[in-house]
T-cell receptor
């Protein structure tokens, strides 16, 4: 069983829609949590870190529930440029703080 | 700002050939990583390094070797390439601050083994 699980999608939504992605992780020793974005044939890039108190960056809101080992990402007012794969990522200290990736959720925003 | 640079960007190898992938970072990061990404599998950690002169195995180390002789460089070697090593390889580096360890990725190397 993979340590970080995500719904692979794809999620096809119209412009302006609100879309939510969910993720669960299995290792309770996980210390840091992130959402990365990966465009087709490109490298992953940090979208935002995720904190227990929840955090927001413009149209993006991330939530973390350590008790349920659950992470979420909400995108409001979707833009065409939001089309990408969203990667749920955690890391743990005993592997050199290496990032542990989910398989990603594909989002396509249509006109 | 160069960030993390991978060389080469593309390569085709024949089964049994060897090659070295180079990763260079100019951000003075202590930690460096090699991942591979395959369709439907996500990114998987091959090897990592927590500082100059140190290396450690990740989730899928078999068939690969690494070296970190200089802080800014992390080399990934394939001694005898196999078709199963056809993949996209990403290098990453991280400053490793306690509690929040963002990683910065290179643009990837697309390797095909025929």
């Amino acid at each position: 069983r993979k340590e970080v699980e995500q719904d692979p999608g794809p999620f096809n939504v119209p412009e302006g829609a609100t879309v939510a992605f969910n993720c669960t992780y299995s290792n309770s020793a996980s210390q840091s949590f992130f959402w990365y974005r990966q465009d087709c044939r490109k490298e992953p890039k940090l979208l935002m870190s995720v904190y227990s108190s929840g955090n927001e960056d413009g149209r993006f809101t991330a939530q973390l529930n350590r008790a349920s080992q659950y992470i979420s990402l909400l995108i409001r007012d979707s833009k065409l440029s939001d089309s990408a794969t969203y990667l749920c990522v955690v890391n743990i200290a005993n592997s050199g703080y290496a990032l542990n990736f989910g398989k990603g959720t594909s989002l396509l925003v249509t006109p | 700002n160069a960030g993390v640079t991978q060389t080469p960007k593309f390569r085709v190898l024949k089964t049994g050939q060897s090659m070295t992938l180079l990763c260079a970072q100019d951000m003075n990061h202590e930690y460096m990583y090699w991942y591979r990404q395959d369709p439907g599998m996500g990114l998987r950690l091959i090897h990592y390094s927590v500082g100059e002169g140190t290396t450690a195995k990740g989730e899928v180390p078999d068939g690969y070797n690494v070296s970190r002789l200089k802080k800014q460089n992390f080399l990934l070697g394939l001694e005898s390439a196999a078709p199963s090593q056809t993949s996209v390889y990403f290098c990453a580096s991280s400053p490793v601050r306690q509690g929040n360890t963002e990683a910065f990725f290179g643009q990837g190397t697309r390797l095909t083994v025929v």
